[in-house]
Structure formats: structure tokens, C-alpha cells
């Protein structure tokens, strides 16, 4: 019997386990991966080409007869449960990293060896490309068996006979005919959505297509018909025959519905059968001055949730929504999610019921060059949200963020947000008082805002507080005068806190006397008017993006590191070479920062976007670190800095850890303004200090960033540069997502595996390290063989052979483990880690790693890491460092 991995599916034979793979599976396109059909075998493909070379590589037809009929004997250790060639040399190598000595297996061969190169080397110059003969002993031949093999060598077959009636008979389909056609139809849609191909390339590819189906494949069917009839000895009449082939070829499933008068023909009859098929929100036109054609384009808030808690994937990964006991309980350890914020909890509808949260982000963006002629025409403000109630890392996927509305900058201004948000308010408004209802639930639901992510002047803007930073009130936490930012901290509580009954006094102030503004307020937020869950002073959370990446990073960057070369303790030119020949690893090579301009120095910042920025903070003391003396007051401000900000971006937060972020603060500010006595703080280290009560109030931080709703707007960009034409460009951009996100919705019908692989080698437990075979014996008695990859994904994290782990604590400094091997066990992932010591380099904010002077392995699984992010270590001035990218609890 073969079982589906994913779907549970059960199966007589693995030929019909792959059919149902590539007829039902492979319906759901990109995003999901294939399962090797072996259980024992835990790799996972993204594409159903990637899974047939596997198994053709290592699981192929002539070595299955083998796996039935032969047996494989080690003359080491005696292990006689090889099945395939490939298994027994896999097993050799095994000792051979051991540093066993090996005797080579062929025979009339005497060499010996117990390096793993060496072997390799002999292998491949004495026994390939000649008919090679094992020693006696070493292979046997069960002829018993060999009538196993035609269910198991059958790869062949399934890539030249798929037996559609056999799929049909098995239940797989209704109507395999209408399966087909929609097969089809996500195949299309996906080239014109996905990957933006025109209308017009689309319909030439159809036409020729429909050609090669239709009537060249005539003559190729007629022929072959006759051919099969005249092998087996049948009369027939050709005219018979012609006709078969006739009509053969026009009741061909895909020739019908890419046809003249197909389902599929044409791009009106291609996206009527998208809005019937796939879940589509087609955007309206809401106009705001007919006059002067002025609209903006929205999609429907309730349409979308409807669409998208319809698929359980996603409604399964819900909280506070697929069941009624599982709401967020508020905890005083630990500030894991935004559940955990006092906000969260002190509102009335999400916290005291199953409800919707829902996160709007807003940004102004332009789809053409910024420096170009068209700077500003084409410039559009975007209206994005996401699903609150998902786990954190789920709304990182850019087809995970939704949109709610585009329209013009220019026609924003003109026209003010209670215009132009007038129909995502009423949405909004029927959520949270009547609310929606789920099928797949059975019940209704209501719903709200949660809070609202933007940088600093979306905010304000949106909120109704002052836009202009450099005036007299330019915070929103509270009512401090800028003047005041230079001498008062945050952590006095000198100032006062903006709460609802302040904020509604102000307003209250301003409409009885008519005054512009009051205490930076100038009008009352849209969205606090008309939601009764919604309020201004706890529905804005700070942005670390723009406050700290885009912010105080790279202006202090500037200021310290020209106070730097000024003391000549090292040159720019030295910093930039530095910058481009640092051997980056990994992850680490995608962010790498940039050189630095040489008008750093006069623009007060060293420029870069929001990553290069915070790997130029990280990996700074690897660069020049040595070059500068430890008791430089300078550079204490940066690796200051740096702890700053691996503190704000942590995930978890304590009590603990919010007093340390605090303290680091308040201390950077005085060591800041000692160094700097004449360089006015900026607003945002003002916001910064409110950081340590707004992971209180918020949860952290990091999960409430602008980084990916930012990266959404590529998509946008490149849509505009594909169509080429600004005639109504608002309806081209949204038109085009909300086939996209349709695609996406259709596609994700089997969930993400947590764990994905894509190369494993099979080895007998017997064959590892005692102390390693006698742990994983421990935790699955009955393994006899294990898998071994040098490569894993694991829910979204790639880990490899070398990386650095953070998986203990000693004496309140972490422990690290360097992955030597990754095991997949029963599809569970277990890193073999060799221990290392870590000691605290204070002046490289980075740990000397060594190894550990017991030389123990330790089987880690990813649960128990105290920091699932993968390290990397650098070698600087004889020293293995390893710099952390956030703050871990230990």
C-alpha cells in the first residue's frame, strides 16, 4: 500500500500514488511541493519535474528491481540491509568519514584507504566506465523477489501512460473533463497574473496550440489508429479510421476549451471563466468628482475576508477566530505576538469574543522612476491590510497582504481621507457592528480594526495629528515640545500620555474655539469616528523601519564614522574595502551594505535602504573593530546602537529585556550628547524612548514593521512597467493583484509543510557516531536507517552544514552548537551540533567561538533552539566571531 503524505490518500501501487500526484497535486500549482513517494524518504520538490528527476536519480527503475531482488553486504561492519547500489556506497562513505579504513569492493582490487577523497578518487579512475564485479559476499540475488519490482519501477510509466480512465474509475474526479479545462485555466491565469504575460502572447501561444492539436494532430492520430489496428489484425475501413482520428482530436479536452469557441479563447471569455472559477473581488470605481474624472479603486473589505476564511488552510491557523475557547490569554512573562499587548486586550471586541482583527497598513509610493519626467504624475497611495488572527511569520508572504484600495496622491490631498475612505469605512463599520458571515464556521463573526501600521507622516495624517516634524508637537504618544526633546527623557514621565479622554479634551478644544491645531492635534482620525472599537492613541504603533533603518542608524552611522576618520584611526577608503571583500555567508550575503558615499560626511547619512543599513550596524566592528581603540567615546555610541537595535527587533520580549531595552536607551542619549554636544536629537530618538511602553501596549514591535508591506509595492512596479499604458492605471494595478491573490487562494488548498528537503542520503543508524546512534535510538527505537541532509528548510528558515545554533544558556551567556549534520527522522528534523564555547568580545559586540573542550555532539530538535535563526561565524585576527542579528532570551 502507498499513502499520500499530504492528503492521506491510500493506494495499491506507487504508479497510482504518482498519477494521483500528477492529477490531483499538481491542480494546485505554485506553492505547493511534492513528497518523494518513499516514506523513508523525506524530500520535497517544488516542481513535479524536480520529484521525477529524484526518483529517477535516486530511486530509479533498474535499482528498484534491485531494492526487490538484490542485497547489499558492508565487509566492515556486516550490515547486510542495503537494497541499491547507491544505498551501499552511501553506507562506505559513511565509515570513511569515520577515518575507518576502507578496502576497495571490487574485486582483483587491493587498495586501501580511510579518506573519503581518496576512495572517491580510486572509484571514479579505476572502476567507471567498465562492467565492475563485487568481491564475493559483498552482493546477493533473491530471485523470489524479483516479481516485486513491476509496482515499484514504474517512473517510466507514469510519464508516458497516465491513465486518465483509472484516475476517473478511483474517484479522483467528478468530471476529469472539467478538471482538465481549469487545470488549464490556473496555468493561464498564473502566466498572466504571475508572471505578466500580455493578453496578445497569450492568445498567439492558444492559436498555435490549437493548431498543433487540432489539425496536425489529425494525420498523427489517423497513422498511429492504423498502426494498432493492422498489429493486431483487425479489418477496418480507412474512412472509419479518418473519422476516429477526426474525431479524436476536436473532443480533445484542452482543444476544447482553448478552441475558436472555448472557455479559454479569448481575454473576455478567459476572465469570465476567472471570476466564475477562482475566487475573485473584482475592484469598483468609486468616483470622487465627475467633472474632472476623478476616482480611485476599491475592493471590497467583506468580499475578501469571505474569500479568504473560506479556504481552511488559512482559517485552521486562526486564533481568537475557528473556535470559541481559543482567544489570547494575556500573560505578565512573556510579549510573544500583538496578542499579548495591553491594547489587544483592552479592547472591547477582540478581546472579549471570537472576532476578525484586521491590520491596515497606508503608504505613498511611485510606480515610475523618481527621478525621471513623470516624478510625481503617477505617484499612488496604497491601502493594504492583513489578518490580524494569524501567527507571527504568516503575513510575511507578499500574496498575504491584501489590498483595499489605490488612488492617486494628488487626489488624496484634494480630496481628504473621509472622502476616499468612505467605502473601506463602511465595510469596516458593517464588520464590527453586524459582521460577516463564514460558511465554513456556520456562524457570524464581527470584527474591527486592530490597529493601523504606516511610517511617521501616513500616520499623522491619517490619524489628524500636525505632519510638519520640525513644529512644536510632532509626537503622537504624547505632548511633548520638541524644545524638550534635548533635555527631558521619555523615561522621566515628565511627559504626559496621550489617552482617549486627553485626546477627545483637545478636540473638543479645537472645535470650540476654531483653532487650526492644539497639542499637534488639527482634527479627529476618520477611522476613531465612525469604529466604536477604534481609537487614535492606541491604533498607531511606531514604525522601526523608518525610525531607527531609514532614521537614527544611518545619521549617527554618519556622524560617528566621520568623527572616526577624522582621528584617522582608519580611512574611508579602508572602511569600503573592507565593505566589498568581507567574505559574506548565506543570508548574509543578500543584505550585504554598500560602500559608503563620499558625501556621507556633509548629507549627515550613509544613505543605504532599511537592510543594508542594519547590516551595516551588525557587521561594522567585524570591519574596522580592530582598527579602533576600546575606549573611543564614538564608538561606544555604535555598539550601543547596535545592541539597541537587536533589542527592538527581538521577537520575544520580557519584562526583563523591555527595562534593559530602557536602560541601553537612556544611556546611548547621554553618551550621544557627550560626544555631540552640538547636534540637536532628532524627533525619532524622542519616539524611540516611548519604545520600552509600547512593547507593553503593542507587543513587539518587529511583527507591527512596514518591511513587507513595503516590498508589496514591487509588484505594483512591475505590473506598471509590463502594461506599458497609464490610461486608467488605478484599474490595470488592482485588476491585475486581485487575479493574483485569486490564483494564490486556489492554489494553497494543502498547507505548507513545516519541513521541505531536496537531497537526503540514506545511512544505517550503526553507521554514525556511537554516542549520536545511541541518542536517536533513544527517540525512535524500532529506525534502523536514517536520513542525512546538508540542506533543510524549516518553516521558512534555511539551515545548513556549518551554520551557527543558539541552543542553551551558561552563566547567562548563550551556548552555541555548528551544524555538522541535519537528520530527518519520521519527517521530524534533528540538528547534530557540535558543541562550541562562546566568550563575549564587548568590543566587537560578537562571540569568540571555540571548541569545546569535551568535543560533545548534541541532537537538537528546532523547538528546543533558544533562537531559531541560523549564524554565521567570521574569522577576524585569528578569532571565530559570530555577531547576533537580535537579542535572545537565555
Not at 686 to 701: A, M, Q, W
Not at 834 to 848: N, P, Q, T, V
Not at 866 to 872: K, V
Request: proline share 4%; hydrophobic share 35%.
Amino acid at each position: 500500500m502507498w499513502r499520500c503524505k499530504d492528503c492521506g490518500t491510500t493506494l495499491t501501487k506507487r504508479s497510482e500514488l504518482l498519477k494521483h500526484y500528477k492529477l490531483i497535486h499538481r491542480h494546485y500549482g505554485r506553492g505547493h511541493s511534492y513528497p518523494c513517494t518513499y516514506l523513508n524518504c523525506a524530500c520535497r520538490f517544488k516542481t513535479w519535474n524536480a520529484l521525477l528527476s529524484h526518483l529517477s536519480r535516486n530511486h530509479p527503475a533498474q535499482q528498484a528491481v534491485s531494492k526487490a531482488a538484490s542485497t547489499f553486504t558492508c565487509h566492515i561492519c556486516g550490515h547486510n540491509q542495503l537494497s541499491t547500489e547507491r544505498e551501499y556506497f552511501q553506507h562506505i562513505y559513511q565509515h570513511l568519514k569515520n577515518k575507518e579504513t576502507v578496502t576497495c569492493v571490487f574485486q582483483n582490487c587491493e587498495y586501501k584507504t580511510n579518506v573519503y577523497e581518496n576512495f572517491k578518487s580510486h572509484k571514479y579512475r579505476k572502476h567507471s566506465g567498465t562492467v565492475n564485479t563485487f568481491k564475493p559476499g559483498i552482493s546477493s540475488v533473491d530471485e523470489s523477489c524479483a516479481s516485486v519490482a513491476s509496482d515499484i519501477s514504474d517512473v517510466e510509466i507514469i510519464e508516458s501512460d497516465v491513465n486518465l480512465n483509472s484516475a476517473f474509475d478511483n474517484g479522483y474526479s467528478e468530471n476529469l473533463e472539467k478538471d482538465i479545462e481549469l487545470k488549464i485555466a490556473s496555468v493561464l491565469l498564473k502566466l498572466e497574473h504571475i508572471f505578466l504575460v500580455s493578453n496578445a502572447a497569450v492568445d498567439e501561444l492558444l492559436q498555435e496550440l490549437n493548431y498543433l492539436i487540432g489539425s496536425v494532430s489529425v494525420a498523427i492520430t489517423q497513422k498511429t489508429i492504423s498502426q494498432v489496428l493492422q498489429d493486431n489484425g483487425c479489418q477496418f475501413d480507412q474512412s472509419v479510421v479518418e473519422k476516429l482520428a477526426s474525431v479524436l482530436c476536436e473532443t480533445n479536452p484542452v482543444k476544447k476549451a482553448i478552441g475558436d469557441k472555448g472557455p479559454l479563447s479569448s481575454p473576455w471569455r478567459r476572465k469570465a471563466y476567472y471570476k466564475s472559477r477562482f475566487k475573485v473581488v473584482e475592484p469598483v470605481e468609486y468616483i470622487l468628482d465627475r467633472k474632472n474624472n476623478k476616482s480611485f479603486q476599491y475592493i471590497s473589505i467583506l468580499k475578501s475576508l469571505q474569500h479568504i476564511l473560506d479556504c481552511q488552510t488559512i482559517l485552521d491557523q486562526a486564533v481568537n477566530l475557528n473556535t470559541v475557547d481559543n482567544q489570547p490569554q494575556k500573560t505578565s512573562v512573556h510579549y510573544k505576538t500583538i496578542f499579548d499587548g495591553d491594547f489587544f486586550h483592552e479592547n472591547g471586541l477582540l478581546s472579549k469574543q471570537e472576532s476578525i482583527s484586521l491590520i491596515l497598513y497606508i503608504d505613498e509610493f511611485e510606480i515610475c522612476n523618481p527621478l525621471g519626467t513623470s516624478r510625481r504624475k503617477h505617484k499612488i497611495c496604497g491601502l493594504y491590510w492583513v489578518l490580524g488572527n494569524l501567527p507571527p511569520g504568516c503575513n510575511s508572504a507578499l500574496t498575504s497582504i491584501y489590498l483595499a484600495a489605490l488612488i492617486k496622491s494628488n487626489d488624496l490631498k484634494c480630496y481628504g481621507y473621509e472622502k476616499v475612505l468612505k467605502p473601506v469605512i463602511n465595510d469596516l463599520v458593517i464588520l464590527e457592528q453586524s459582521g460577516i458571515f463564514l460558511s465554513k464556521l456556520g456562524r457570524t463573526v464581527k470584527g474591527t480594526v486592530q490597529c493601523v501600521v504606516a511610517d511617521n507622516l501616513g500616520a499623522h495624517s491619517i490619524a489628524g495629528f500636525f505632519e510638519n516634524f520640525s513644529g512644536t508637537y510632532v509626537c503622537r504618544f504624547c505632548t511633548a515640545e520638541t524644545s524638550e526633546f534635548q533635555t527631558i527623557e521619555v523615561r522621566s514621565e515628565v511627559f504626559t500620555l496621550r489617552t482617549k479622554d486627553i485626546h477627545a479634551d483637545h478636540l473638543r478644544i479645537i472645535e470650540e474655539n476654531k483653532l487650526p491645531s492644539y497639542y499637534g492635534v488639527k482634527s479627529k482620525c476618520v477611522l476613531s469616528k465612525h469604529l466604536s472599537h477604534f481609537d487614535v492613541t492606541t491604533g498607531f504603533p511606531p514604525d522601526v523601519v523608518h525610525d531607527l533603518f531609514e532614521g537614527i542608524v544611518p545619521f549617527e552611522l554618519a556622524l560617528c564614522l566621520n568623527l572616526l576618520i577624522k582621528k584617522k584611526y582608519f580611512t574611508l577608503c579602508t572602511l569600503n574595502e573592507a565593505i566589498s571583500s568581507f567574505n559574506f555567508k548565506w543570508a548574509d550575503k543578500t543584505n550585504r551594505p554598500h560602500p559608503v558615499a563620499l558625501s556621507f560626511a556633509s548629507k549627515k547619512s550613509v544613505g543605504g535602504n532599511a537592510h543594508e543599513n542594519w547590516s551595516l550596524t551588525r557587521f561594522l566592528p567585524l570591519f574596522v573593530g580592530q582598527s579602533v581603540p576600546c575606549e573611543e567615546p564614538a564608538w561606544h555610541i555604535l555598539t550601543d546602537l547596535k545592541d539597541i537595535v537587536d533589542l527592538v527587533v527581538s521577537p520575544v520580549h520580557t519584562e526583563d529585556s523591555i527595562a534593559y531595552l530602557g536602560f541601553k536607551i537612556s544611556e546611548h542619549r547621554i553618551k550621544f550628547q557627550e560626544v555631540f554636544p552640538d547636534v540637536n536629537l532628532k524627533p525619532k530618538h524622542h519616539y524611540l524612548e516611548h519604545y520600552p511602553y509600547l512593547i507593553r501596549k503593542f507587543g513587539p514591535l518587529v511583527a507591527l514593521w512596514t518591511m513587507r508591506f513595503e516590498a508589496k509595492h514591487s509588484f505594483f512596479k512591475r505590473v506598471a512597467r509590463n502594461i506599458r499604458c497609464f490610461k486608467n492605471v488605478l484599474l490595470s494595478l488592482s485588476q491585475r493583484h486581485q487575479y493574483q491573490i485569486a490564483y494564490h487562494l486556489h492554489a494553497i488548498s494543502f498547507a505548507k509543510p513545516p519541513l521541505e528537503v531536496t537531497d537526503v542520503s540514506t545511512v544505517h543508524i550503526d553507521v554514525l557516531n556511537k554516542d549520536i546512534s545511541n541518542a536517536l535510538r533513544q527517540k525512535s527505537p524500532d529506525m534502523d536507517n536514517v536520513c542525512l541532509a546538508k540542506s533543510v528548510a524549516y518553516n521558512g528558515l534555511i539551515y545548513k552544514c556549518g551554520m551557527i545554533l543558539i541552543h542553551g544558556s551558561l552563566g547567562g551567556l548563550p551556548e552555541f552548537g555548528e551544524i555538522i549534520q541535519m537528520v530527518i527522522l519520521q519527517d521530524k528534523l534533528i540538528f547534530i551540533l557540535k558543541k562550541l564555547s562562546g566568550w563575549y568580545m564587548e568590543h566587537y559586540r560578537a562571540y569568540d567561538l571555540k571548541t569545546s573542550p569535551s568535543k560533545e555532539v548534541e541532537l537538537v530538535e528546532p523547538q528546543e533552539l533558544h533562537d531559531t535563526y541560523p549564524l554565521a561565524d567570521y574569522k577576524i585576527r585569528g578569532m571565530r566571531l559570530v555577531t547576533l542579528k537580535r537579542y535572545v532570551h537565555v
